[in-house]
């Protein structure tokens, strides 16, 4: 059965601070897809990024960046120079080829940016 | 483009009622998701529909039940509310033809049970 370790249950940081948000999965599927999700206190879940089992690529997109390791099965996200509207809390995510449309989630991170 | 609508965005029921949560989905889009979010138990997946049918399904109790219309709009039962089924109700829709795409939520349906 997949599962989705996020061990870091609350962070604060002091705005322009660097933080790295873990994520940690388990699956038997070779082929299987991660995601990172936004949840700000609206209740909204936003979309951030997925990455393929097979797209080992580390990406960036502004501020933000994502290091996929297999052969450690996490998938970190790090924000750059953080600002007080990333607070939120930040939920990793795992479906697999076989299960389709099933999101796995992680128990989520609170982040919270202090100006 | 719209994004994906539930309907209402709260919710106040006492047990033993029934309760029926409606969401659209982006338009395009043939595949809508239902989660359950609670504090204790976290984001947990309920049931999936692609083309009025359903794909997949979580570990919940039969009193969990789910339809989709035609024009891909969903609507999620629940029947005999409990407490515990106090939560944020979350739908989900994606283009549903391949595995990979992501899945963009509404914001939600907060049910609470006296």
């Known amino acids: 059965a997949q599962k989705v370790t996020q061990a870091q249950t609350e962070i604060s940081v002091v705005e322009k601070e660097d933080v790295t948000l873990d994520c940690v999965y388990e699956?038997?599927?070779?082929?299987?897809?991660l995601f990172w999700y936004k949840q700000p206190p609206s209740g909204e879940l936003v979309f951030l990024i997925r990455r393929n089992s097979f797209d080992e690529q580390n990406e960036i997109s502004g501020r933000y960046s994502w290091n996929f390791q297999k052969s450690t099965s996490s998938f970190n996200f790090t924000i750059t120079a953080s600002q007080v509207v990333d607070s939120a809390v930040y939920f990793c995510a795992l479906s697999e080829a076989s299960s389709a449309r099933q999101l796995t989630f992680g128990s989520g991170t609170q982040l919270t940016v202090l100006p | 483009k719209a994004g994906v609508t539930q309907t209402p965005r709260y919710l106040i029921k006492t047990r033993g009622q029934q309760v029926t949560l409606s969401c659209s989905p982006i338009s395009g889009h043939r595949s809508v998701s239902w989660y359950q979010q609670t504090p204790g138990q976290g984001l947990q997946f309920l049931f999936e529909y692609f083309s009025e049918t359903q794909r997949n399904k979580g570990n919940f109790p039969g009193r969990f039940s789910g339809r989709q219309f035609s024009n891909s709009r969903s609507e999620m039962n629940v029947s005999t509310l409990e407490l515990g089924d106090s939560a944020l109700y979350l739908c989900?829709?994606?283009?549903?033809?391949?595995?990979?795409?992501?899945?963009?939520f509404g914001d939600g349906t907060r049910l609470s049970i006296l």
């Open positions: 699956t038997r599927d070779t082929t299987y897809y």
């Open positions: 989900a829709s994606s283009s549903g033809t391949s595995s990979n795409q992501p899945q963009h």
